[in-house]
């Protein structure tokens, strides 16, 4: 090459199309960059991929597509119908075939980034870049190797990001089209699409005025957009045969835009919560900006910026550039004024940030845009390819090596291991009245797909407060009464929770959520029912039946958790899979305390008393800086059982002293007492 040519800078990116390869270098690096750009990203994802169920929604989603069911609101009928084919798969657990399809789909719009970038830079290695800081962003990682909504959700707005630019080197009226039907496609599956479809299409309407501000065009604009909202006749469909796991009565008009609008949540809500949110708005904005270097790293930040730059500057550009600015401010903003979920708290706040991967990918996108920028400026020589590749490929190795431990779920089977236990532990024929969705998810997963304890009734008291729940109940599990119409607390036209258990008092042993009735205002069933721990549930016992100690303290023991707890240490705090320690040991401190309080209060029971400060005595020895509250409670065992061994009488002393050190209560009625007795 010339030396002027050599110090003169690449052309500035533009929107002008890859020019035709003429050799076989060129032709390798059109055809076979997004190829292995595939290869790769889809064979880390399947090597990290989750080989079962994980927590969050994964496990209602699986089940709903495996047995033709509906999903919550809204329904995600296109990500129900493409999982249900996966799940014809011949190999592997049901949740593992579905697991793949979100691999494939963060895999497709991975590439479809890639395709993107180049076109809009005429830069390869700038798509790859993109791809690659999209595709090992730990956030959209750990949703890629999952059963959920979300890599769809990615694969369509990489679409329709690539339809736009597409559009914009040509004004080609298909590209206008297929953008539309993109966005239908994206309504199908997930509402927050609206926030990127819309802005395309309008800039689209905008930009394109003198040939689609006819007729024929719009309406062929609007009949793709409606064509790509057909899945939505997939919900009533599905409600018709009354799957045992699904949501709503879709197959009726006025259960259809219930489910569609997400009334049932709150239409615009991301949770059907009613906490003091106030603050979110700026808190979430402040924890999405704090996170997002970790999501492309500092360089990524650094490059979307400089993208942004060159690329507003640039008037065949600027107008789709802009467009982008106002798809990520408005899913940004939009988002975090309706989310309302409690962000102090971790779970909720993990939940949250699973929504910012579209704005992620946004921002790899203007990464890419930047690194083109700079590339522009490498003066041309033989070597400018190698260096440019270099560069890519060395950010994307380290991006993915830097998140590949804590990203991959090879291993995962905790959350199904929790439910098989659970499970396990059930007497036969038993009626298991549950809260929450880890529990419920999990169990309708290992029943309805791997067909394991389907002897065991499962029903959600969550869904019973909706009038559609009855309906499914009848259908799927006759033998279960449901005395009305839903369960609603006193003073609705529900019924209340003593009828529920009177109903089925006298044909299953029930079982309950350990904390169920923490949060119910609802205490209809003191009267006449109590609830006795049994591992991370409680026993529901009418004050009617007998009482076997012996066999409670041996069924109860056999009931308790089992979990690995240094594997759920090397989870996040906030995951589903780090929550089970919580109730690994609240399980066995609550069964501790009941038997002690028992044998107290029943002549001091030595069996109950014995195995109560046994209980209690494995939770000191294991757990991390006990809280106070368990040895006042072991203290208090100690001085029972001294009327059978006077040597308790130490012990007692002891653990009263142990309580006083790490600080009691203030308000602790007992506290006078305990002080007296460690003093004699």
């Not at 949501?247 to 009726?252: A, D, R, V, Y």
Request: with cysteine; aromatic share 14%; hydrophobic share 45%.
């Amino acid at each position: 090459m010339a030396k002027k040519n050599r110090n003169r800078p690449a052309e500035l990116p533009s929107f002008s199309p890859i020019e035709p390869a003429h050799d076989q270098e060129s032709r390798l690096l059109r055809w076979g960059l997004p190829v292995i750009a595939a290869l790769g990203v889809f064979l880390v994802y399947l090597s990290t991929l989750a080989p079962s169920i994980v927590g969050g929604d994964t496990g209602e989603l699986i089940t709903v597509a495996y047995k033709s069911g509906v999903a919550h609101p809204p329904g995600y009928p296109l990500f129900t119908m493409l999982a249900k084919l996966f799940t014809f798969i011949p190999f592997g657990t049901i949740a593992w075939r579905v697991n793949l399809l979100s691999a494939l789909c963060d895999t497709g719009a991975a590439v479809i980034l890639l395709l993107a970038v180049r076109r809009w830079t005429r830069n390869s290695w700038a798509g790859l870049l993109a791809a690659g800081l999209f595709a090992f962003s730990p956030l959209v990682w750990r949703y890629a190797v999952v059963a959920e909504v979300f890599a769809l959700n990615n694969l369509i707005v990489a679409l329709m990001i690539y339809l736009a630019v597409r559009y914009q080197e040509d004004r080609e009226l298909k590209f206008a089209y297929l953008s539309a039907l993109a966005f239908g496609l994206g309504m199908s599956n997930h509402h927050t699409s609206l926030f990127f479809g819309a802005p395309i299409m309008v800039w689209i309407f905008i930009t394109g005025r003198a040939k689609l501000w006819s007729l024929r065009p719009l309406m062929v604009t609007a009949v793709c957009f409606c064509v790509g909202l057909l899945p939505y006749v997939y919900l009533p469909l599905a409600d018709l045969h009354t799957a045992p796991f699904s949501w709503g009565h879709t197959s009726t008009l006025k259960g259809f835009v219930v489910h569609l609008l997400r009334r049932e949540y709150g239409t615009l809500q991301l949770g059907a919560h009613k906490l003091d949110t106030r603050g979110n708005f700026l808190l979430g904005m402040r924890q999405f900006f704090l996170a997002l270097p970790a999501q492309v790293y500092y360089i990524g930040l650094v490059l979307a910026l400089i993208g942004l730059y060159f690329a507003l500057r640039n008037k065949k550009t600027a107008s789709l550039t802009t467009t982008t600015v106002v798809a990520f401010c408005l899913y940004v903003l939009v988002f975090h004024a309706l989310a309302n979920l409690p962000l102090d708290d971790p779970l909720f706040l993990g939940i949250h940030m699973r929504f910012w991967q579209q704005a992620t990918l946004v921002v790899c996108v203007w990464a890419g845009l930047g690194f083109g920028a700079l590339a522009a400026f490498i003066p041309q020589s033989r070597w400018r390819n190698v260096e440019m590749a270099s560069v890519a490929v060395l950010v994307i190795s380290a991006h993915a090596l830097t998140n590949f431990a804590t990203e991959s779920q090879r291993h995962n089977f905790v959350i199904r291991d929790y439910g098989r236990a659970l499970l396990t532990a059930l007497p036969p024929g038993s009626l298991l009245w549950t809260k929450g969705d880890l529990m419920i998810n999990v169990l309708g997963y290992l029943q309805q797909c791997e067909g394991y304890r389907n002897d065991v009734r499962v029903i959600d008291q969550e869904y019973l407060k909706k009038t559609w729940m009855k309906r499914l109940v009848n259908a799927n599990y006759p033998e279960v009464t449901i005395p009305g119409p839903f369960y609603g607390a006193p003073g609705t036209a529900g019924y209340d929770t003593k009828q529920l258990f009177d109903a089925n008092a006298n044909r299953f042993r029930m079982f309950i959520n350990l904390d169920s009735f923490l949060y119910e205002t609802d205490r209809s069933w003191e009267k006449d029912y109590k609830f006795w721990p049994f591992g991370t549930l409680n026993m529901i016992v009418s004050n009617r039946d007998g009482f076997n100690a012996h066999a409670y303290v041996e069924e109860s023991e056999k009931g308790l958790p089992n979990f690995d707890l240094n594997t759920l240490r090397t989870y996040p705090s906030g995951s589903w899979e780090n929550l089970l320690i919580k109730d690994y040991w609240a399980a066995r401190f609550n069964r501790s305390s009941f038997l002690i309080s028992y044998g107290a209060a029943h002549g001091n029971d030595r069996e109950m008393l014995e195995a109560g400060a046994a209980g209690l005595e494995d939770i000191t020895a294991r757990i991390p800086n006990p809280p106070p509250l368990i040895f006042k409670q072991l203290g208090q065992a100690y001085r029972k059982l001294t009327v059978y061994d006077p040597a308790n009488l130490v012990k007692m002393k002891a653990a009263w002293s142990r309580y006083l050190e790490l600080g009691p209560q203030p308000n602790d009625p007992d506290l006078a007492e305990i002080r007296k007795a460690i003093s004699e």
